[in-house]
C-alpha cells in the first residue's frame, strides 16, 4: 500500500532542494539491511508486523531514508521503531526532515482509531532523545522513557509535514 500525500518531501541539507517521497508498505525489496549500517534488523520487523511496517521512500527510487514500524495495543497506537538512514543521522547527514514525516505519519494513523485513544502516539525513547522529541515533535513525558505525542501536537506535525 502507498501513502502518497501531495506534499511530502524531505530536504536535500546541501542544495536546500525539496524531494519528495513516499510512505509506503514495506517489502523485502524495500528492506534495509544492518550490514549496510542500519542499527535494527528491519527483516524480523517485518515477518512481526507485515502489515504495520513502513519505509520512507524517495520517489522515481530506491533509495529508503527511513522506517517506522507501528503496533497497536489495547486500542493505543504505539510507535515502536522508528530509523533513519545512516547517510540522514549527525552533523554530516544529506537529509532532514525523515523523522518529522514518519512520526507525523504514526499521527495520521492514529487519528484512523475510534476510541479513547485517538489522536494520540505512544512510543518509548531512549534517554538521550527525550529532549529531542520533546522540542522537536511536541513529545510529553509519562512514566520513565514512555512518552507520547496527544492529538492537538499530533495535528501540528499533520499540517507541517504532511500538508505543507
Not at 522508528?82 to 544529506?94: C, D, Q, T, V, Y
Not at 520533546?134 to 510529553?140: F, G, H, N, Q, T
Given at each position: 500500500m502507498l501513502?502518497?500525500?501531495?506534499?511530502?518531501?524531505?530536504?536535500?541539507?546541501l542544495s536546500k532542494e525539496r524531494v519528495t517521497c513516499q510512505i509506503v508498505l514495506a517489502k523485502k525489496?524495500?528492506?534495509?539491511?544492518?550490514?549496510?549500517?542500519?542499527?535494527?534488523?528491519?527483516?524480523n520487523s517485518l515477518?512481526?508486523?507485515?502489515?504495520?511496517?513502513?519505509?520512507?521512500?524517495?520517489n522515481n527510487s530506491s533509495v529508503v531514508h527511513g522506517m517506522l514500524q507501528i503496533k497497536y495495543d489495547e486500542g493505543m497506537l504505539?510507535?515502536?521503531?522508528?530509523?533513519?538512514?545512516?547517510?540522514?543521522?549527525?552533523?554530516?547527514?544529506?537529509?532532514?526532515?525523515?523523522?518529522g514525516c514518519l512520526i507525523s505519519f504514526a499521527c495520521r494513523e492514529s487519528f484512523k482509531?475510534?476510541?479513547?485513544?485517538?489522536?494520540?502516539?505512544?512510543?518509548?525513547?531512549?534517554?538521550k532523545l527525550m529532549e529531542w522529541y520533546?522540542?522537536?515533535?511536541?513529545?510529553?513525558q509519562s512514566i520513565g522513557?514512555?512518552?507520547y505525542i496527544d492529538p492537538f501536537s499530533g495535528q501540528k506535525l499533520i499540517d507541517k509535514y504532511l500538508k505543507t
Open positions: 501513502y502518497n500525500y501531495d506534499n511530502l518531501y524531505i530536504i536535500e541539507i525489496n524495500n528492506l534495509p539491511k544492518k550490514k549496510d549500517g542500519w542499527k535494527f534488523n528491519w527483516s515477518k512481526e508486523s507485515p502489515n504495520s511496517t513502513y519505509a520512507l521512500i524517495q504505539i510507535m515502536e521503531l522508528i530509523e533513519l538512514a545512516p547517510f540522514n543521522i549527525g552533523s554530516n547527514k544529506m537529509y532532514d526532515r525523515i523523522a482509531l475510534k476510541n479513547n485513544y485517538t489522536g494520540y502516539v505512544t512510543f518509548v525513547s531512549k534517554t520533546r522540542d522537536k515533535y511536541y513529545a510529553s522513557q514512555r512518552m
